[in-house]
């Protein structure tokens, strides 16, 4: 019995040795991990891929033949399928360095699996997407289209696509109308060649012949809420022998020194009931330069 007790003794020892020899300094943190549930995907720290092909390869794996669909919570669809020659062919894939898709798409907001949209809708998707296109393209070269500031911005995708912009060549051609009457009407393709023509792709001033290729087209007409009516239609001739045409003492007048506020092309709705409101609303253009008889007309039984 005795000797029993003394081997269990001995075992006990011997167990304890073991355990006081087998700890090591940090194995208390390697359990610990050991013990860690693993990291998922959409935890791991994002490692970027200098090279455009590698980190395309994935994106193209998967977005040249897929099936699947983008479903936002309005109901509208959108394929999430890539057409890989109309991007290669586009102004993206045929400069000296194609961009990789992650030169647009944040890799650290497309892990995969990729998290869903969070835009309501697919318009608001549009809008949210675009943002990504002025860290290449500022300042904005188009004036005449309402930005991101505006009630009913037009953004990039509107007019070049997402993954088929076309390279500039094709868009100083007229042809390009096509894509503008997505939009617009398509009455209005003539008239929209016409803006083309006079320099619609442009980031400088407007001339009046940009103003005059809509406006001297024959029975445009505002109409106001209560019925009123006010012709738009300008008589470049008329306008010429005005007192801001040739004979000003100054210089003949622009277009954009009376409507520096108009010159957004399309135009913003107009927010006035009757002609008489819209008359009020634009007179001050006036006192940019006859500030003394626009004071005198505050004063006087008009005013």
């Known amino acids: ?3 029993f007790f003394l081997w269990l003794l001995a075992a006990s020892l011997l167990a304890a040795a073991l355990i006081l ?30 090279d455009p092909a590698r980190s395309d390869f994935a994106c193209r794996l998967c977005h040249q033949d897929t ?25 993206h894939g045929t400069v000296e360095e194609p961009l990789a898709c992650t030169s647009c798409h944040d890799p650290n907001e497309y892990r995969i699996p990729h998290d869903g949209v969070t835009a309501p809708d697919y318009r608001r998707y549009q809008i949210e997407k675009s943002a990504a296109c002025v860290d290449c393209h500022q300042p904005t070269h188009l004036t005449n289209h309402p930005d991101m500031a505006a009630e009913e911005p037009v953004v990039c995708t509107d007019c070049h696509d997402s993954h088929e912009v076309q390279p500039v060549d094709e868009w100083e051609t007229v042809e390009i109308t096509v894509n503008c009457v997505q939009c617009h009407d398509v009455e209005e393709e003539d008239r ?14 407007r001339e009046d012949a940009y103003c005059l290729a ?5 029975d445009m007409t505002l109409t106001f809420a209560n019925g009123d009516t006010k012709s738009l239609t300008i008589d470049p001739e008329v306008l010429r022998q005005s007192v ?35 008359s009020l609303e634009k007179y001050p253009a006036c006192a940019s330069c006859h500030d003394h008889n626009y004071d005198l007309a505050l004063d006087s039984v008009h005013g």
Request: aromatic share 6%; glycine share 6%.
């Open 214 to 218: 809509c406006h001297t087209q024959p």
């Open 67 to 91: 099936t699947a669909v983008i479903e936002f919570p309005s109901g509208e669809t959108i394929s999430a399928q890539v057409d890989l020659q109309h991007l290669a062919l586009s102004a």
């Open 244 to 278: 801001h045409g040739e004979d000003n003492p100054w210089q003949p007048l622009a277009c954009r020194n009376c409507h520096q506020d108009d010159m957004t092309y399309p135009h913003e709705p107009v927010d006035v009931g009757r002609l008489r409101e819209y």
């Open 192 to 205: 929209l060649t016409a803006v083309l023509e006079a320099g619609l792709f442009t980031s400088e001033p």
């Open 21 to 50: 020899w087998g700890e090591k300094p940090g194995s208390a943190e390697a359990s610990r991990l050991a013990l860690a549930p693993a990291v998922t995907t959409s935890q791991a720290p994002f490692q970027q891929v200098d």
């Open 1 to 3: 019995m005795r000797s």
